[in-house]
């Protein structure tokens, strides 16, 4: 068994490592991996019988536009007992985020803290309690644990609010208690992740909860734009939401402007309409638009669901979820 260290540059979000992360996964002989996005470096054990560094670095650069350079180790690297300090972290708690270190068990005990914040739907208001709160959970499918959210108060204790209006793409009751508005992005395979949970979630909570879907394609993923955009010329013959699941449900097949055409065409959607539409850039502007909010509103990958007031960031299980909304819902009654 080898151990490897490097830097990686070319990375722009805390998605980037854990996209590299769920590459490397994959790669035989590979035994543990970390990449810690803040300082742009990673750690690889490996089984030299199976895989080299070579083939290591050809991975991680196959990822995305990266550049990978080896790092020799030095006792500033180590510990006392001579373990990398991103692994040894990784083992105390399960999270990727490297900012986040308070017990969970802490945090939760003091979320819910008294505090008002308004939605506003269509003119009408939805109001819930509770301070501004984020969730940093965006762990590697191969760490994900079915039951843990970490939460931490948010020191500015402002409330982030949206105007939800009918001309959103909103699922489920529209005068809902309780608002997941999410960013995302098509083509991330962590919002792929996210999708089933939050159908789950609207199905489970019927007329409590309603979902926002707002646009914000990562500049990596070469598809994304055009998937967004199609998914709103879609939405120009009022199949958003069928256009939406499609896009996911055939994530595996991969994405291209034929395969979009396509999938407008099998949805009975007009076709010399929707083709038009997507080859003429009609909606990029509505995308950047989406994007630009969610920047404002502190997002910086994907996938980010905003719960009443609280900035949940990654693909959180449908438990941790469960667990937050109704914490919500019983502050409503």
């Known amino acids: 068994m080898q151990k490897t260290k490097f830097k990686i540059k070319g990375m722009h979000c805390n998605s980037c490592s854990l996209l590299i992360e769920e590459k490397l996964k994959n790669l035989p002989g590979v035994i543990k991996s970390k990449i810690n996005y803040e300082s742009g470096k990673g750690v690889i054990i490996y089984d030299e019988n199976t895989v080299n560094e070579l083939k290591i670095h050809e991975k991680i650069e196959n990822a995305g536009d990266y550049q990978v350079e080896k790092i020799e180790d030095t006792e500033k690297e180590k510990n006392i007992d001579g373990e990398n300090p991103l692994l040894k972290s990784e083992e ?172 407008a065409k099998e949805l009975g959607l007009d076709a010399q309409q929707f083709n038009t539409c997507l080859d003429s850039g009609k909606y990029a502007q509505k995308v950047l638009i989406d994007s630009q909010e969610g920047t404002d509103k502190g997002v910086d990958g994907t996938p980010v669901t905003f719960v009443n007031s609280q900035f949940v960031s990654g693909a959180l299980s449908y438990e941790s979820f469960k667990q937050i909304i109704d914490n919500l819902l019983s502050t409503l009654k």
């Open 92 to 263: 105390k708690n399960n999270f990727s985020h490297p900012n986040l270190s308070i017990p969970v068990s802490i945090i939760i005990a003091g979320l819910i803290i008294a505090g008002a914040i308004i939605i506003n739907g269509g003119g009408k208001k939805a109001i819930s309690t509770g301070q501004t709160a984020q969730v940093q959970d965006q762990p590697s499918p191969s760490q994900a644990q079915p039951n843990t959210a970490q939460f931490e108060p948010s020191e500015q204790a402002s409330a982030v609010q949206f105007d939800i209006t009918s001309e959103n793409h909103v699922r489920g009751n529209f005068n809902a208690s309780i608002t997941l508005v999410e960013f995302s992005d098509f083509e991330c395979p962590f919002c792929v992740r996210h999708y089933p949970t939050l159908k789950k979630i609207l199905s489970d909570y019927k007329d409590k909860v309603r979902l926002v879907y707002k646009h914000f394609p990562l500049s990596f993923h070469p598809n994304s734009q055009k998937a967004a955009e199609a998914s709103e010329c879609a939405d120009e013959q009022s199949y958003f939401w069928e256009y939406h699941d499609k896009l996911f449900e055939n994530f595996d097949v991969g994405y291209s402007i034929d395969n979009f055409k396509k999938w």
